[in-house]
């Protein structure tokens, strides 16, 4: 298990570093054109004075043995609901993962839909549905925001659950580069921006969903291979009594045949 581990978590690093330089591009493009957010009619920069209702999702893992990967996750979607509810804010809850859907059935909590489709082998097809069920729910005003709670891979060494927002799509662009007007964009600079907001929120979605994964893998990775330093401390140890069980046997049995021949003379 861990070298399978091991191979999936290389092949999900590589997809999620081959991923980092078009969102990149992208963020700086969105952000370059940010002055411009407020020149637009799109339902994804919709503006709400008090949030009222929240679409929340949580990706969690469909297997165990993979250490504290599910449980901080979980902690800290529990942590992040209460904190909510506390503030008023009704909760719309969607879960990726078997353990994610145990969870919530066990606290008795209300998820709206559950999805267990989510592996090592996920894409952008995944990654479009969820962006575009959000999507149709916030353009139709039925939630007033978007967040994700998911391990975010910062490095093969370092993954940690975060809470992250997503929509309105303005909290994603704002604050950034001043527009470059040495560059011409057609049809038009805010036609572009229009364009462009329903693939930010599916770039977002996407590289959760393998940042999520990724981790996942090296989390079980680091598991196993604490499962099997483990196992070999234990053959060992087992290994040593063994001997030491057999070595006093024999010497007994020894013992026995001497005091046995020395009675006869």
């Known amino acids: 298990m861990e070298m399978v581990a091991t191979a999936k978590s290389k092949k999900m690093s590589n ?3 081959a991923s980092k330089p078009f969102s990149d591009k992208i963020r700086d493009l969105m952000s370059s ?3 411009l957010s407020s020149e637009i009619e799109s339902p ?3 503006k709400v004075e008090k949030v009222k209702k929240i679409g929340l999702l949580v990706v969690t893992a469909n297997r165990g043995l993979c250490g504290g990967y599910n449980s901080n996750t979980l902690r800290l979607a529990k942590a992040h609901i209460s904190e909510l509810k506390k503030n008023g804010v009704e909760i719309e809850l969607y879960v990726i993962g078997k353990k994610g859907i145990s969870f919530f059935r066990y606290t008795k909590a209300e998820v709206t839909k ?4 989510i592996d090592d082998s996920s894409g952008y097809k995944e990654a479009e549905f969820f962006a575009n069920l959000f999507l149709e729910s916030f353009a139709a005003k039925r939630i007033d925001a978007v967040e994700i709670i998911s391990t975010v891979y910062q490095s093969s060494s370092v993954q940690s659950p975060e809470v992250v927002k997503l929509l309105p799509v303005e909290s994603q662009i704002t604050g950034g580069k001043t527009r470059n007007e040495s560059v011409i964009y057609e049809p038009s ?8 907001l329903p693939l930010v929120v599916k770039t977002a979605f ?3 969903i393998l940042e999520a994964v990724c981790s996942e893998q090296i989390a079980r990775r680091v598991a196993m291979k604490s499962a099997t330093d483990a196992a070999n401390d234990m053959i060992k140890i087992l290994t040593r009594g063994y001997n030491r069980v057999r070595q006093s046997k024999i010497t007994q049995e020894i013992s026995e045949i001497v005091g046995g021949a020395s009675s006869l003379k």
């Open 33 to 35: 054109l940010s002055s």
């Open 114 to 117: 559950s999805f267990t489709n």
């Open 206 to 208: 996407y590289k959760a």
């Open 44 to 46: 994804y920069l919709r």
């Open 15 to 17: 997809k999620v570093n």
């Open 189 to 196: 600079a805010s036609r572009v921006l229009e364009a462009m």
